[in-house]
């Protein structure tokens, strides 16, 4: 909010209460503190935006465009769980708009596919909590183990599907899916995992 002083009185103010200070104050005019333009009269009520503190201190080197630390998106996420939700999301996207797969990779598809199995057997052969959010993070650990260059969007839907369809499970797919993005902390708090990231070309 713009804060202004009054010439008369040398009192800084808010803009909310410039008004009731110019009644009380007779020669009342006023400057803003960050420009430092005058305003007489009731002038002051139009001056609604002023320029940054980087603008006024940086003055001839500062560029419009820059943007201070201070100014950071509103759009962020907050968590860790939203930032790899969103993550997950920009990398859902990107996968959504690429090409059909070429030969090649259609080959190395199929025999990761192929290798499934084996993977499953050896999952199925561990014995499994029946706290779910333990379970999960063992699931997490092991899918990151496994298959280390998972991305991020497949890892919940392998996650539930390997608590809920391990022989012991008493697991539902509901009671998988909401605890997964607790079971994600305390593995990547504990340790159990560590996500690594790959630049997308």
């Known amino acids: 909010m713009v804060s202004f002083v009054c010439n008369a009185c040398q009192e800084t103010l808010k803009k909310p ?3 009731m200070h110019a009644n009380r104050c007779h020669y009342a005019s006023f400057s803003c503190i960050d420009c430092s333009v005058d ?3 009731t002038s002051y009520r139009q001056h609604t935006s002023c320029i940054s503190e980087a603008e006024k201190y940086e003055g001839k080197l500062y560029k419009k465009g820059k943007q201070s630390a201070q100014q950071k998106p509103s759009n962020t996420p907050k968590s860790t769980v939203d930032q790899l939700t969103a993550r997950a999301q920009q990398l ?9 797969a070429s ?7 199929e025999a990761n596919g192929s290798s499934d199995k084996k993977k499953k057997s050896a ?3 561990t014995d499994i909590s ?10 997490i650990a092991y899918v990151t183990q496994t298959e280390p260059r998972t991305e991020f969007a497949d890892l919940k ?3 539930v599907k390997l608590v809920t369809k391990h022989p012991q499970s008493k697991h539902s797919k509901s009671d998988a899916k909401s605890v997964f993005d607790q079971a994600l902390v305390e593995a990547l708090v504990g340790g159990k995992v560590v ?3 790959s630049k997308s070309t």
């Open 103 to 109: 030969p090649k990779k259609r080959k190395r598809e």
């Open 92 to 100: 859902a996207s990107h996968e959504t708009s690429e090409s059909p």
């Open 123 to 125: 999952w199925d052969s």
């Open 130 to 139: 029946d706290n779910a959010t333990t379970a999960m993070t063992n699931a």
């Open 157 to 159: 839907k392998k996650c």
């Open 195 to 197: 996500l690594t990231t």
């Open 39 to 41: 305003f007489t009269g």
């Open 17 to 19: 209460k410039l008004d």
